[in-house]
């Protein structure tokens, strides 16, 4: 089944204590896009990567980290969480960053940092 | 700087009524895409429609369509026959084309919870 992962689903964390949210899609799609989602805000763009070790910030790139070691993998780096970064967190996908492709979303990671 | 708008927070239909939900865009990009998603409680993303700036054609989904007005800069989404299922936010976004700076941002505007009343 072609699908987007992420782990985990669910994480309270603490402030200043480093944590990395995985993604990871089996559908060999070029570009991967983290977002966070918050209440009135929508979804804002983290960063991007357009494939294996190109990547871009999005608009909200501040306090994050990305690599893009292998095409099915993107992780999400937060070297020292604060609690501003409480959210909700989806990865996406698609085939490349043309206008034209469809994103396809994880079922998102909900994080509380405390 | 690419900008999405979607100046209704929340809504209200009838069952198997029909409804429209607006957003409008702000883009200097000759090519761009629109995207239309819906995120039901359960939380999870789910693609309804797309409609390219080139086409000339409203594009349709099923129940879903997509009333393009290129030059009124909108792209609203039309659901027929509202069912309870229904019920949900929907997340109007934007790609940049493949010759815009940075063209592979994407931009989503803050949402439309929509409720469907028995």
């Known amino acids: 089944e072609a699908q987007v992962t992420q782990n985990p689903r669910y994480l309270i964390t603490v402030t200043g204590k480093k944590l990395t949210v995985t993604c990871s899609q089996n559908?060999?799609?070029?570009?991967m896009s983290w977002y966070r989602q918050d209440p009135g805000l929508g979804l804002r763009q983290i960063y991007y990567s357009m494939n294996v070790e190109v990547t871009d910030k999005g608009d909200v790139p501040e306090g994050y980290k990305v690599s893009r070691k292998e095409k099915r993998n993107f992780p999400l780096i937060l070297e020292s969480p604060s609690p501003n970064q409480t959210s909700l967190y989806f990865c996406a996908s698609s085939s490349t960053g043309r206008s034209t492709d469809t994103q396809y979303f994880g079922p998102g990671t909900r994080l509380t940092v405390l | 700087a690419q900008k999405i708008t979607q100046t209704q927070p929340g809504m209200f239909v009838q069952e198997k009524e029909a409804v429209t939900l607006d957003c409008t865009y702000d883009t200097s990009d000759p090519s761009y895409g629109l995207f239309w998603y819906k995120q039901p409680s359960s939380g999870e993303m789910i693609f309804l429609i797309y409609?390219?700036?080139?086409?000339?054609q409203n594009a349709t989904e099923g129940r879903y369509s997509l009333n393009f007005q290129k030059a009124r800069k909108s792209a609203n989404l039309v659901i027929s026959a509202s069912q309870l299922g229904d019920s949900a936010m929907y997340f109007c976004?934007?790609?940049?084309?493949?010759?815009?700076?940075?063209?592979?941002?994407?931009?989503f505007g803050t949402g439309t919870k929509l409720q469907v009343i028995p």
């Open positions: 976004a934007m790609r940049r084309g493949m010759n815009s700076g940075g063209y592979q941002k994407v931009t």
């Open positions: 559908m060999n799609h070029e570009y």
């Open positions: 409609q390219g700036s080139y086409d000339q």
